[in-house]
């Protein structure tokens, strides 16, 4: 069914607003129902003009590949922190985030070698939030961070810089995991059987992750 454009803006503008990440073009035409993507870029272009005209504390960037992102402005990230207490990433994807941010650029199987298996799904969620991107380079990859990260960090966009901001975003999520498990054992002790055990597991995963 043909959508009008205030429908197709309304959209675009949701989808964007919801993923809290990237946006590929291929899924903005899915959401319009449309096919050509010159629809989509032309409203996107719009839309960037309401975003970046200094009068939001919101801004929308175009990235490579086709992709869009929905973002809070740098100079708003230190205000909004104290009060939004979700961290970026669980503290495995960031140790690997961290790791390729110190030795960029690098092979994909070199951190892999290092991080282990579960790298490979922490170096898939980072380049589809357009934190690191992936240069094909025979049988394998060369990863390297993006100014999107330097930009989220509020850094310059030099390894140091960004592996400094990673570490210390590190540190207090690991601050922030030890407030939150001083309840857990409370918690666990009313669950009985294997209930508590599914609920220990879960914990146990989610830390590794």
């Known amino acids: 069914m043909k959508q009008d454009s205030k429908e197709i803006i309304k959209r675009i503008e949701a989808l964007l607003f919801a993923a809290s990440k990237p946006v590929e073009i291929r899924e903005l035409l899915s959401i319009c129902g449309l096919r050509k993507k010159e629809k989509i870029v032309h409203v996107v272009k719009e839309l960037m003009k309401k975003y970046n005209d ?24 230190d205000l909004v922190k104290k009060y939004v207490k979700r961290p970026l990433f669980s503290r495995g994807i960031m140790r690997t985030l961290s790791f390729i941010a110190y030795h960029q650029p ?11 298996s579960s790298s490979y799904k922490h170096i898939k969620i980072l380049i589809e939030r ?5 240069e094909e380079k025979g049988k394998t ?4 961070t ?3 990260l330097a930009d ?9 810089a960004i592996k400094k901001a990673l570490m210390s975003r590190m540190e207090e999520n690991k601050e922030k995991n030890k407030s939150a498990q001083l ?5 666990i002790k009313n669950i009985q059987g294997s209930q508590a055990q599914s609920l220990s597991n879960i914990q146990q995963d989610s830390n590794n992750a």
């Open 146 to 148: 993006t100014q999107l």
């Open 54 to 77: 200094g009068n939001s504390a919101i801004e929308l960037v175009e990235l490579s590949g086709d992709r869009y992102y929905l973002r809070l402005r740098r100079e708003y990230h």
């Open 183 to 187: 309840g857990s054992p409370l918690k």
């Open 106 to 116: 690098i092979e994909q199987s070199k951190v892999a070698a290092v991080r282990g």
């Open 141 to 144: 990859k060369i990863l390297k």
């Open 130 to 134: 357009g934190l690191i991107e992936a």
């Open 152 to 160: 989220y960090l509020g850094v310059p966009n030099t390894p140091s």
